[in-house]
Structure formats: structure tokens, C-alpha cells
T-cell receptor, first 112, second 113 residues
Framework: QKEVEQDPGPLSVPEGAIVSLNCTYS??????FMWYRQYSRKGPELLMY????GNKEDGRFTAQVDKSSKYISLFIRDSQPSDSATYLC????????????FGQGTILTVHP | DAGITQSPRYKITETGRQVTLMCHQT?????MFWYRQDLGHGLRLIYY???????DKGEVPDGYVVSRSKTENFPLTLESATRSQTSVYFC????????????FGAGTRLSVL
């Protein structure tokens, strides 16, 4: 079993829809949770960063972590075609060097 | 250019050849990382470095060699390339305080024929 599981999709939604992206993880030592966005043929860029359980909002994006169920979510409100990308969840904890464990990534397409 | 740059962006090589992928960052970040990205596996850590002359293995180090003589550079060498090393390779860096906030380069797409 992978330490971080993420449904690869693909996920296709109309413009303006609310998008929900999810990951589950198995290692209780994970303390930090991140969402990266990766456009085609580009490197991942950090989108959201949270520590422990709770919600964090940044504009149209909300990251949610539930450590009791080991569940990570990213919500995108009023989705735009420019949001079309692969979204990668990542976790970290229990190492001295910042080892990130990534999910497979979910391919999202927002069509006009 | 500011940031983190990788070269080449695309590389085609043959089985058994030695290949070196370059990574350069201008932030003076202490930590640098090499990942490979494959369908079905996501990003997996190959090697990381905490500072110049300090490197260590990640999750999938076999067949790769790294060095870090200068803080800003972290080359990755495939000593004898195999078809299974066909992948997209990403370099990343972070500072020592927030090691888990990593900034990625644009990647090198490597094909081993």
C-alpha cells in the first residue's frame, strides 16, 4: 500500500464548478500537508501548505486536513479553465531532511 | 536567471551511456533534491543534499550518482543508463528552516532507447 493515495482521475468539470480533490495517507507521523499544482510540461509549484488538522483558505482555494481520518482535501471554488492542471498532494513528517511523500496526482480539466 | 534551472530540458540517449542532468539554483538554499516522476508512481525522491559535500540516498537511488561541490549546483549522473530510467526528472531546493517547502525546476525529460 502506498503511503499517500490519490485518485488520478481524470476529472473534468464545467467552468464555475466547485472542485474537490482528495488524498488519504497511512503514516501518523505526517504533520505537514501540501498541495502542488503542475501544468503540462512544467515543474510542480506549491499551492497550499498546512500544518496538522484544520482548514486553510487562500482566495478560491481551501485546503482541509483531518488527521483523525488521515484525509486531505483541496477545494477549488468558481473553477476556471486556467485551473486545468495536475494537482499533487504531498505530506511530510518524521524525517530530518524534509522528505516529501507525494500522491500520484489528479488530472483536472475545467472546460469553458 | 533567478530561481532554479535544469538542463537540458530534453535528452535522448542510448542504453549504457552516461548522462548528467544539471541543476542550478540562485537562492543559496541549503537543501537540494532530485525526484523522478513516472505514471502511476508520482514523484519519488532519488537523492538529496543538505549542504555542499553532504548527500544522501532517497527512495530510489540505484543507478544514480550525485555530487555537490558548490551550494548552487546539484548534478545527477546516470552512470550506465537503462530503459527503466526513462522518466521526467525534477530538481528542487529549500532552505534549512523550511525544508518541506520545496521549489521545483521545470524538469528534464529523459528517454533511454
Amino acid at each position: 500500500q502506498k503511503e499517500v493515495e490519490q485518485d488520478p482521475g481524470p476529472l473534468s468539470v464545467p467552468e464555475g464548478a466547485i472542485v474537490s480533490l482528495n488524498c488519504t495517507y497511512s503514516n501518523s507521523a505526517f504533520q505537514y500537508f501540501m498541495w502542488y499544482r503542475q501544468y503540462s510540461r512544467k515543474g510542480p509549484e506549491l499551492l497550499m501548505y498546512t500544518y496538522s488538522s484544520g482548514n486553510k483558505e487562500d482566495g478560491r482555494f481551501t485546503a482541509q486536513v483531518d488527521k483523525s481520518s488521515k484525509y486531505i482535501s483541496l477545494f477549488i471554488r468558481d473553477s476556471q479553465p486556467s485551473d486545468s492542471a495536475t494537482y499533487l498532494c504531498a505530506t511530510e513528517g518524521g524525517t530530518s531532511y524534509g522528505k516529501l511523500t507525494f500522491g500520484q496526482g489528479t488530472i483536472l480539466t475545467v472546460h469553458p | 536567471d533567478a530561481g532554479i534551472t535544469q538542463s537540458p530540458r530534453y535528452k535522448i540517449t542510448e542504453t549504457g551511456r552516461q548522462v548528467t542532468l544539471m541543476c542550478h539554483q540562485t537562492w543559496s538554499h541549503s537543501y537540494m533534491f532530485w525526484y523522478r516522476q513516472d505514471l502511476g508512481h508520482g514523484l519519488r525522491l532519488i537523492y538529496y543534499s543538505a549542504a555542499a559535500d553532504i548527500t544522501d540516498k532517497g527512495e530510489v537511488p540505484d543507478g544514480y550518482v550525485v555530487s555537490r561541490s558548490k551550494t548552487e549546483n546539484f548534478p545527477l549522473t546516470l552512470e550506465s543508463a537503462t530503459r527503466s530510467q526513462t522518466s521526467v526528472y525534477f530538481c528542487a531546493s529549500s532552505d534549512a528552516v523550511a525544508k518541506n517547502i520545496q521549489y521545483f525546476g521545470a524538469g528534464t525529460r529523459l528517454s533511454v532507447l
